[in-house]
Nanobody, 122 residues
């Protein structure tokens, strides 16, 4: 069982930056692929980024590539999402999730946090 707790969301002007954190419980954190997803009101949940258990591989959704960076610190059981050049379209509830594999498919993620809200004002 893995418990995930996100933090770092907030309100920011367009062009600004935020860093999200996701703290995980458990002693096997490094064996999980970790991802960020987001969901805006009235829209489907969207893949944002994923990082492999070792941190050596990352992959990004097309809408955030070049602006967002995912990273992890396995010693701290934490995954991060650095978000730069934020746009109003990035406004959403951001979730971190854990999977036994390194994938982008939402249905393959077994554990989810409660989400943290990001609001970008124009």
């Amino acid at each position: 069982q893995v418990q995930l707790v996100e933090s770092g969301g907030g309100s920011v002007q367009a062009g600004g930056s935020l860093r999200l954190s996701c703290a995980a419980s458990g002693r096997t954190f490094s064996t999980y692929g970790m991802a960020w997803f987001r969901q805006a009101p009235g829209k489907e949940c969207e893949f944002v980024a994923v990082i492999s258990g070792s941190g050596s591989s990352t992959y990004y959704g097309r809408s955030v590539k070049g602006r967002f960076t995912i990273s992890r610190d396995n010693a701290k059981n934490t995954v991060y999402l650095q978000m730069n050049s934020l746009e109003p379209e990035d406004t959403a509830l951001y979730y971190c999730a854990a999977s036994r594999t390194y994938v982008t498919t939402i249905t393959l993620y077994d554990y989810w946090g409660q989400g943290t809200q990001v609001t970008v004002h124009s």
